[in-house]
């Protein structure tokens, strides 16, 4: 073989192994990516989204002859979780009957099993959008720096996916989700709601059966008898229980008579010590308004319990805004004064009293999403610690309902929860013993 044929095989072999490894790579790459499918796929016009515009919620709402789509599904990922990064380019509704897109802008994509949490699906120059789901989930948007696309990444075995799209004039009536060129049938619904249907009673037993009588025979009636001596010995007992009841009884009344005047000042709005409100509907605000721009005849004292608040002056801050709700706030200001006590009573050590002022902002009529959310997580930290774990779980839909993305309490604050309810605990368990024990 001569020099020149020899280097020619050279350059061809060469070539040849570049092309297996760049082969080789881009298989691996293509069998690492993990399987996934989304089951449970719906769509339903909506009158708005809210989306996190700013550092803060917002409303958006559909063009005058637009309609808003909100298309929901379950995401399931296979293997570690993570899904993507997917161009949301190649996200978009298709026309059910001929299978062409639709004429639909995909405006917004979010998470959210109750109701969606939106990031807006156009970003800035900015760095990615990273949203911590809790439980090791993540979502995250960011944009393709070389092309400009942007680009959705999930890690969740399971996430309720959530994308809206503005449609101009009429929606079609059958409709498929495309999904990385994979198009996916949807479940069309609408704005209407219906009640459910009350079933109908199964099983029932008939009226007419009546169980048929016992007859008692004489030899029952004599094994039955109970002889005197036995007799006499249950009325002692039942007299010896009966006067040690009654002493029970004028203790307890002598000692309420002695306490009466010293009574403790949690029950002087007329609820018992160590009793602990509960969550009701009154404490389940549905939606939420905006701060107002003036806080009333009352806002210089709020401001200056906010000031107290920063320098850690736990008791003047809660004794500013009481003050300041009494002047008189604005509905939104009051909501969070509400909640900025019961921050301000919870460092003071005071668990039941930041617990009230934590139920006091959510039943305010204007509560904003800001103040809603510290006291919902608060609240459901309080009573989960407490073990009142219906009333936690409620606090819990309420944070994700506000805000889905938002962080949990800080391993500090959590730390102060718990050793308060272990305080209150111990003080009520110490309390129904010393009424349990009269003679102690």
Known sequence: MSKRSRHAFRGVAAAAALMLSATAAAAAQAGSENEWRIDSAAVSAVPFISQFVGGQWVQRLPATNGTLLEVRGILKVEGDGAFGPLRLSEVGLLSGTSGVPAAAELVAVGVGSVSCKYLPAQLGTGGPTEVKLGAGKEFTLLRDAATGSVLLRTRAPTLDLCMA???????????????????????????????????????????????????????????????????????????????????????????????????????????????????????????????????????????????????????????????????????????????????????????????????????????TSESALVSANHLAAIYRELRLRRDASKMEKLRVRVNPFASELSPERVELIVRLATEFKRRRRAAVLSRLLPFR
């Not at 008692?216 to 008898?225: D, F, L, N, S």
């Not at 010995?233 to 309420?256: D, F, S």
């Not at 706030?329 to 019961?342: C, D, K, N, Q, V």
Request: charged residues 15%; hydrophobic residues 50%.
């Open 165 to 367: 799209f503005e449609v101009v004039g009429t929606p079609p009536p059958a409709l498929l989700w495309s999904v990385a060129r994979r198009p996916i049938s949807l479940t069309v619904g609408s704005l209407a709601r219906t009640a459910p249907a009350v079933p109908a009673t199964r099983g029932a037993a008939p009226a007419s059966v009546v169980p048929a009588p016992v007859s008692v025979t004489p030899a029952q009636t004599g094994a039955a008898a109970v002889s005197l001596p036995m007799l006499w010995g249950a009325l002692a007992g039942a007299a010896a229980l009966a006067l040690v009841a009654t002493i029970v009884l004028l203790v307890r009344r002598r000692r309420q008579r002695e306490t009466s005047d010293a009574a403790p000042a949690a029950t002087r709005d007329g609820r018992l010590p160590f009793s602990i409100a509960r969550v009701t509907p009154a404490h389940l605000p549905s939606s939420f308004a905006r701060v107002e721009a003036d806080g009333g005849a009352g806002q210089a004292l709020f401001r200056e319990a906010l000031a107290s608040i920063r320098l850690g002056e736990w008791v003047r801050a809660d004794q500013l805004f009481g003050e300041a709700i009494d002047t008189g706030l604005t509905p939104t200001f009051e909501a969070g004064a509400w909640s900025l006590r019961g921050e301000a009573r919870l460092n003071d050590n005071q668990l039941i009293a930041a617990l009230d002022c934590f139920l006091r902002s959510l039943s305010c009529r204007a509560v």
